[in-house]
């Protein structure tokens, strides 16, 4: 069983109150937009770090962490990617991407606004934990917290870190 925590857009902010959620995961999945590095060396400083990089994102990023990462977390495949869309509004390229690598979990950030479907067609739960950074037009800092127990994905809750 894995402890997850998955947050997106952080834009260059971290706090403690991430930190400690971040601290009681097994892993923590980040959806792009880190903003700088010093987000991901804080986040790692407290456990295991996936991720994907950003349209804000500077080389140094995009040479850490891929565009599209595919993985597994016990049993259960995930893609990850920061501009995706969701069921029925899936970007092209995204639609093939998981026609072809078939997930149970698909993750995407950069709309700033927390969404969690399931895809009936496709038979993937989407994820988007929304933005847990203070840049943007959100007015809630967002991110998702849930366990993988081999094939089963539990335990799915909102975290509200509150207004921005």
Same mark, same amino acid.
């Given at each position: 069983?894995?402890? $997850?925590?998955?947050? +997106?857009?952080?834009? +260059?902010? $971290?706090?403690?109150?991430?930190? =400690?959620?971040?601290?009681?995961?097994? =892993?923590?999945?980040?959806?792009?937009? #880190?903003?700088?590095? *010093?987000? $991901?060396? *804080?986040?790692?400083?407290?456990?295991?770090?996936?991720?994907?990089?950003?349209?804000?994102?500077?080389?140094?990023?995009?040479?850490? #962490?891929? =565009?599209?990462?595919?993985?597994?977390?016990? %049993?259960? %495949?995930?893609?990850?990617?920061?501009?995706?869309?969701?069921?029925?509004?899936?970007?092209?390229?995204?639609?093939?991407?998981?026609?072809? =690598?078939?997930?149970? $979990? #698909?993750? +995407?950030?950069? +709309?700033?606004?927390?969404?969690?479907?399931?895809?009936?067609?496709?038979?993937?739960?989407?994820?988007?934990?929304?933005?847990?950074?203070?840049?943007?037009?959100? %007015?809630?800092?967002?991110?998702?917290? #849930?366990?993988?127990?081999?094939?089963?994905?539990?335990?799915?809750?909102?975290?509200?870190?509150?207004? %921005?």
């Amino acid at each position: 069983m894995k402890r $997850i925590l998955l947050l +997106s857009d952080t834009h +260059s902010y $971290i706090d403690d109150r991430i930190l =400690e959620y971040a601290k009681n995961a097994d =892993e923590i999945w980040h959806a792009g937009d #880190f903003g700088n590095l *010093e987000v $991901i060396d *804080e986040l790692k400083k407290v456990g295991t770090l996936r991720g994907v990089f950003g349209n804000i994102d500077e080389a140094k990023i995009r040479a850490e #962490f891929p =565009e599209i990462n595919v993985f597994d977390c016990e %049993k259960v %495949k995930v893609v990850m990617i920061h501009i995706g869309g969701y069921p029925h509004k899936y970007a092209p390229r995204v639609k093939q991407i998981l026609k072809e =690598e078939k997930p149970q $979990i #698909f993750i +995407s950030g950069h +709309s700033h606004i927390l969404k969690v479907m399931y895809d009936r067609e496709l038979e993937i739960l989407h994820l988007n934990p929304g933005a847990a950074g203070k840049h943007g037009w959100h %007015k809630m800092r967002t991110m998702l917290r #849930f366990e993988i127990n081999g094939e089963k994905i539990e335990n799915l809750e909102v975290v509200e870190l509150g207004a %921005k």
